[in-house]
């Protein structure tokens, strides 16, 4: 299956770059993107771009860095076949290579550090489509540390025993959102990223499930925000389990935001909202993927 691909976009985002930003482009490009891959799999989302920024230099302007996503891209669809990737995901390219593509021709400067940190990773594939909202991270690891720290703070020792069962010296698929197109945030396309992350575990056997972490994942918004509810009820009715990470000021600011009746809550001190770490082993999406899939046959 071939990806279609916004090639004369990426190449006008170069040629709009000065002799001097397109040169450092061509020099670093290479360097700066095993760099990236290097960093894939450690637990900081953000470290491949930070590893791409120490190989270009702070003083690199932003040109540089929308110049370098673009010049990656134009080898995306390649790259993307090269991994084995199931139809699910090489499907959903080109909206996200549209996408892409004009976010750079905007030149919108600064360079957002989260926008940045996703560009690096969609660009090099080391994060791929789970749906026209979420992005899926092909090799994160999860710990213990956490599910210690769960059991240790009274929240049950059910996440240890499940933890343990689904192969916890493996990688995982992690799920992420992308704010600048919100098309699936809603439950058909969260369900959507689920059965795809469910598709890629079918021809990655060395992938233990997928995680998620999250405000949105917390027990009190089921109630208080009903419409939210299918994010953690989905997969926890899938087989999925929960583990408390605890509460921090980005997410009650996430929580509050795009609800007044949660800020009111967060306000007066009714509600503190806490994030949770979502896990779905492998077996347990995979069959909620397949139950979904002969529902709708």
């Known amino acids: ?22 040169a450092l482009v061509g020099r ?25 920024d120490a190989v270009i230099g702070d003083a690199a302007p932003d040109a540089v860095r929308r110049g370098l996503i673009a010049h ?6 390649e790259r993307a076949v090269a991994a084995g990737l199931p139809p699910a995901v090489l499907a959903l390219y080109p909206f996200w290579l549209e996408k892409l593509a004009a976010f750079l021709a905007a030149g919108v400067e600064p360079y957002d550090p989260d926008f940045w940190a996703k560009d690096v990773r969609f660009a090099l594939a080391l994060s791929v489509p789970g749906a026209r909202s979420q992005v899926l991270d092909l090799s ?9 720290r769960h059991v240790r703070e009274g929240w049950g020792f059910k996440a240890l025993f499940d933890y343990l069962r689904a192969g916890h010296r493996k990688t995982w698929l992690e799920v992420h959102t992308e704010s600048r197109h919100l098309d699936d945030f809603n439950e058909d396309g ?26 949105f994942y917390d027990p009190p918004l089921t109630e208080i925000s009903p419409r939210l509810a299918h994010l953690r009820l989905n997969p926890l009715n899938g087989g999925a389990f929960m583990v408390h990470q605890g509460p921090d000021e980005i997410h009650t600011l996430r929580a509050s935001t795009a609800s007044p009746t949660r800020k009111a809550l967060i306000d007066s001190g009714e509600y503190t909202a806490r994030s949770w770490l979502m896990v779905w082993p492998r077996k347990a999406l995979i069959a909620w993927a397949d139950r979904r899939a002969a529902e709708a046959a």
């Open 190 to 215: 969260w369900n959507r990223a689920w059965a795809t992350a469910a598709e890629i575990c079918r021809v990655r056997p060395d992938l233990a499930g997928m995680i998620g972490s999250s405000w």
């Open 140 to 148: 994160s690891p999860m710990g213990p540390g956490q599910v210690i």
């Open 72 to 77: 990656w891209a134009l080898g995306l669809s």
């Open 1 to 22: 299956m071939q990806v279609r691909a916004p090639f004369a976009e990426f190449h006008a985002v170069l040629d709009g770059l000065s002799p001097d930003d397109r």
């Open 28 to 52: 670093t490009a290479d360097r700066a993107a095993a760099a990236a891959a290097s960093a894939a799999a450690h637990w900081d989302f953000a470290l491949p771009a930070a590893r791409v």
